[in-house]
C-alpha cells in the first residue's frame, strides 16, 4: 500500500479521519495540496537546523517539543514560493500581514508590501516573518513577540528594567571572612568616615553588616546596590588599614573591583537607588586616594548626572519613585557636591555640581566679629564647596579679581562663623578636634590661595595698584604658608595624610607654589616650612613611594630648590656673612630613594631649577609646568618657556 504523506499542521486522529472519510474536497483543497507537497521536500526546522539534530519535519517537531520551544519550530520558506508571482498575487488577495501598532488601545491595520526578489532570501528575518504571520495568532500573541523581541533591541525593554530593579542575586564576587569584613568596615566607621561624611546612616549600614556576618544564605539574597556599597566602603577601609602597604593596596584593589562589577551586574543608569549614589561617591574617593584623580573626576561627573536626572538638585522632594526623604536628599546633595568641588579645584578641571549647590541646604553665616554662630566641621566644608563653586562661576577671565572684596569678605565671614576648636589650636579638647582643625585649615587656605592666583600674573598687579596689591600678594602667601603648616601637623599626628590624595595635592602644590613666589615677599621661616615638608614626606616610606607622578616632580622640585637655597646660604657665609640657620634635621641619604624618581617630563628640570630665574619666569608656568600629569615634548628650556607677560 502506497504511504500516505501526513498532514504537517494536523494531529494524527485528525489526519486519520479525514483519510477515511468519503465527504467532499475541502474548498481549500489548492492549500491542502500545497502542504502536503512541502512535506516531502521540507527541510529540517530552523532549529533543528541551528543545532544540528535530528528532525522529524513535524510541525511542531518531536524535538522541539522535547526541548520546550515549540513555539520556534518554523520551516524556512522556499525560495520560488518567495519568488513566485502566485504568491504575491495570493497576498494580494486577502492574505496580508497585518502588524498591530504598539503602545496603543486602538489598532491599526498596516499593509506591507511585499518587498523585491534581492531582499527575501529565504533566510532573512522578513521571510520568516511572513512565514511566521501565516500562523494564527492573537492580538496579545503578536503584541508579546514584539516587545519581547524587539524592545530589549532598541534599550527599551521595560519588564527587564523592573527584574533588574528588584534583583537580589548577586554574581561572582563575594564579601571576604567575616574577620576581614569587621577589621575593614571598623577602620572606615572610624578612619575615613569623620573626614567623608558620604553616609547620613552609618548605623544602618552596620546592622545590615551585621547580618551578613555567618549567614552565606544572607549573602546570597542581598541587594546588589547595598553589596555595591560595602565594596566601596570596604575598599576605603583597606586604604587607611594598618596593613603592610602591599598587602593593602592588594585588598583596596580587589574591593575596588568587586564594587564595579556590581556595578556593571544591574544596569545602574537605568536602576536608581540611594545606595547606589551613595557607592557612586565612595568609589569616587578611593579612585583619588588611588593616585587616579582622573578617573574620580570622570566617575564624578556619571555621579552628578545620575543625581541630576533623579532630580536631586530640587529643594522639594520631587523624585518620589526615588523614596528620599528631604534630609536624605540635602545630604547627597552635600557630599555630591563637596567631592567635585575641592577635586575640580585641585586638579584644575571645571566643576559640573552648580545646579545642586543651594543655599538652602546651608546654615546662615554670622557677620564678622559675631560669636552666636559655631559652624561644626561638616558645615564648614559644605559652606567651603559652596564658596569655591560660587567664585570659579562668577569670575571674569577678563578681570579675575573685580570681585576681590566680596572674595575676600565671604571667607571672613566663614572664618568668624567657625566654631572654637576650627578657628584656635587652644580650643581643641580631643584628638578628633585636632584633625578637623589642621584638615580645615589645609582646605580653606588652599581654596582662597587658589581663587587667588591671578594676582600672580603682573598685568593683574598693575591693574590693581601698589596697595591693593601688595595687600593682595601678602593675604596669597599667607594662606600658602598656613596651607603648608596645616598639612606638616596632620602628617605629624598620623602617617594617614599621606594616604589622603587631596591632603598631599594640596600641602604639595601650595609648598612648591610658594617656593615660586618667594621673591615677591621674601620670608625668613620659608626654608623652615619647606624643610618641614620635605621631611614629612621623605618619612612617608612606601606611601610616599606611590605617589603620583606630579607629585613626585613636586616633591623633587621642592628638594633642589631647597638646595639651591642652601648653596646660596653656604656662598653668603663663606664671604663673611652669618648663615642663616637651616633646620635640615636629619641625613638626606635615607630619604634619596624616594628622590631617585626619573620621568621623560622631568629631563632638564633638575638644571633648570638650580638657574631659575625668579624675575623672569611666572610662577604659574612653572607650576604647572611640574604639577602636570602630561609628558613635555621635550627637555625643559633654561631660556624658554614660562616667561611671564
Avoid at 481549500?28 to 541551528?50: D, F, G, Q, S, Y
Avoid at 587656605?445 to 603682573?458: E, G, H, K, V, W
Avoid at 599621606?498 to 621674601?522: E, K, M
Wanted: aromatic share 6%; charged share 20%.
Amino acid at each position: 500500500m502506497p504511504r500516505t504523506p501526513r498532514h504537517p499542521s494536523l494531529p494524527t486522529e485528525a489526519w486519520r479521519d479525514s483519510a477515511n472519510a468519503t465527504a467532499s474536497p475541502p474548498g481549500n483543497l489548492r492549500k491542502v495540496l500545497r502542504e502536503r507537497r512541502l512535506a516531502h521536500t521540507r527541510k529540517a526546522c530552523l532549529p533543528c537546523r541551528e543545532r544540528k539534530v535530528r528532525c522529524d519535519h513535524q510541525q511542531p517537531c518531536q524535538t522541539c517539543l522535547k526541548r520546550g520551544h515549540a513555539d520556534l519550530c518554523l520551516y524556512p520558506e522556499p525560495k520560488s514560493a518567495l519568488h513566485s508571482p502566485k504568491r504575491r498575487r495570493c497576498q494580494s488577495d486577502g492574505e496580508e500581514p497585518v502588524i498591530e501598532e504598539v503602545g496603543s488601545g486602538a489598532t491599526s491595520n498596516v499593509t506591507v508590501e511585499a518587498g523585491t526578489p534581492s531582499l527575501l532570501g529565504g533566510n532573512s528575518i522578513l521571510a520568516i516573518a511572513r512565514q511566521d504571520s501565516m500562523q494564527p495568532q492573537s492580538g496579545s500573541q503578536r503584541r508579546e513577540a514584539f516587545e519581547t523581541g524587539i524592545f530589549p533591541l532598541l534599550g527599551m525593554d521595560n519588564t527587564s528594567k523592573q527584574r533588574d530593579h528588584i534583583q537580589v542575586s548577586h554574581p561572582g564576587p563575594s564579601l571576604p571572612d567575616d574577620q576581614e569584613t569587621i577589621q575593614l568596615f571598623n577602620t572606615y566607621r572610624h578612619r575615613v568616615h569623620p573626614s567623608q561624611l558620604v553616609l547620613d546612616d552609618l548605623d544602618e549600614v552596620e546592622k545590615v553588616v551585621c547580618s551578613l556576618i555567618g549567614r552565606d544564605s544572607t549573602r546570597e539574597q542581598s541587594d546588589s546596590h547595598f553589596l555595591c556599597l560595602l565594596h566601596a566602603i570596604l575598599a576605603a577601609g583597606a586604604q587607611f588599614s594598618d596593613l603592610e602597604p602591599s598587602s593593602r593596596v592588594k585588598k583596596s584593589q580587589t574591593h575596588l573591583k568587586h564594587a564595579l562589577s556590581f556595578l556593571g551586574s544591574f544596569q545602574y543608569l537605568w536602576s536608581h537607588s540611594k545606595r547606589l549614589l551613595q557607592a557612586l561617591v565612595i568609589l569616587g574617593h578611593v579612585l583619588q586616594n588611588d593616585m587616579n584623580p582622573r578617573g574620580a573626576w570622570v566617575l564624578g561627573g556619571t555621579t552628578i548626572r545620575l543625581a541630576l536626572s533623579l532630580g536631586l538638585h530640587q529643594p522639594v522632594s520631587a523624585q518620589d519613585g526615588f523614596r528620599l526623604s528631604a534630609a536624605e536628599a540635602q545630604h547627597l546633595r552635600l557630599a555630591i557636591v563637596w567631592q567635585d568641588a575641592l577635586l575640580s579645584l585641585a586638579f584644575d578641571r571645571p566643576p559640573a555640581s552648580h545646579e545642586m549647590d543651594l543655599t538652602s541646604d546651608l546654615p546662615a553665616l554670622g557677620q564678622t566679629g559675631s560669636s552666636h554662630v559655631a559652624l561644626s566641621y561638616r558645615q564648614a566644608m559644605n559652606w567651603l564647596c559652596h564658596l569655591t563653586l560660587l567664585h570659579t562661576r562668577t569670575r571674569d577671565e577678563s578681570s579675575p579679581l573685580l570681585t576681590t572684596s566680596q572674595l575676600l569678605n565671604d571667607f571672613d565671614a566663614l572664618e568668624s562663623s567657625l566654631s572654637p576648636h576650627l578657628k584656635y589650636r587652644r580650643h581643641c579638647s580631643s584628638i578628633r578636634d585636632i584633625q578637623e582643625h589642621y584638615s580645615l585649615e589645609l582646605h580653606r587656605n588652599f581654596t582662597l590661595s587658589t581663587l587667588c592666583r591671578p594676582i600672580l600674573s603682573r598685568q593683574i598687579r598693575i591693574s590693581l595698584g601698589t596697595n591693593d596689591a601688595a595687600m593682595w600678594l601678602n593675604r596669597f602667601q599667607n594662606a600658602l604658608k598656613r596651607s603648608v603648616l596645616a598639612f606638616v601637623r596632620l602628617r605629624a599626628l598620623s602617617n594617614l595624610a599621606t594616604r589622603s590624595w587631596a591632603f598631599v595635592h594640596n600641602g604639595l602644590s601650595s609648598a612648591l607654589l610658594l617656593a615660586f613666589t618667594r621673591h615677591l615677599n621674601d620670608s625668613e621661616d620659608f626654608a623652615e616650612i619647606q624643610d618641614h615638608l620635605v621631611k614629612s614626606l621623605a618619612e612617608g616610606g612606601e606611601d610616599a613611594g606611590r605617589f603620583s607622578t606630579a607629585h613626585k616632580k613636586a616633591l623633587k622640585a621642592l628638594k633642589v630648590l631647597q638646595e639651591v637655597e642652601m648653596g646660596r646660604i653656604t656662598s653668603r657665609g663663606q664671604t663673611g656673612q652669618e648663615p642663616a640657620p637651616i633646620c635640615a634635621g636629619g641625613d638626606m641619604t635615607s630619604q634619596e630613594g624616594i628622590f631617585d624618581f626619573q620621568d621623560p617630563s622631568m629631563l632638564g628640570m633638575e638644571d633648570w631649577l638650580r638657574t631659575f630665574d625668579f624675575d623672569a619666569f611666572s610662577p604659574l608656568e612653572a607650576y604647572n609646568l611640574i604639577m602636570s600629569d602630561e609628558p613635555t615634548a621635550g627637555p625643559i628650556s633654561s631660556t624658554g618657556a614660562g616667561i611671564s607677560d
